[in-house]
């Protein structure tokens, strides 16, 4: 059974600095495509925040660009996003998300981490 766990949410000022990290795990075969972070705030609908292809290749959303970075590491499954010069629109839960099964479709999903942003 493939699982996705996020870690690294909590509380944070105005200004400050977070790392989230993803690890995909469940198969000893297991080959994850494309991967993702999203978020959702209470209220709004869920948005993309950034995307990394299993080649590396990245994008953002316009509202993070320049102030959160995405990387992985195939060889151990992993993901993360360092998130610096936070805001309080910034507060959200966090969700990671990969494509496992099918390339183009993010068919696994994390539990979800929250971020606070104190102003």
């Known amino acids: 059974q493939v699982q996705l766990v996020e870690s690294g949410g909590g509380l944070v000022q105005t200004g400050g600095s977070l790392r989230l990290s993803c690890e995909a795990s469940?198969?000893?075969?297991?080959?994850?495509?494309?991967m993702a972070w999203y978020r959702q705030a209470p209220g709004k609908q869920r948005e993309l925040v950034a995307t990394?292809?299993?080649?590396?290749?990245?994008s953002y959303g316009d509202s993070v660009q320049g102030r959160f970075t995405i990387s992985r590491d195939n060889a151990k499954n992993t993901m993360s996003l360092q998130m610096t010069n936070l805001k309080p629109e910034d507060t959200a839960v966090y969700y990671c998300?990969?494509?496992?099964?099918?390339?183009?479709?993010?068919?696994?999903w994390g539990q979800g981490t929250q971020v606070t942003v104190s102003s």
């Open positions: 998300a990969a494509q496992i099964g099918r390339i183009g479709v993010y068919d696994y």
């Open positions: 469940g198969s000893i075969f297991l080959i994850v495509h494309a």
């Open positions: 990394i292809t299993r080649g590396g290749s990245t």
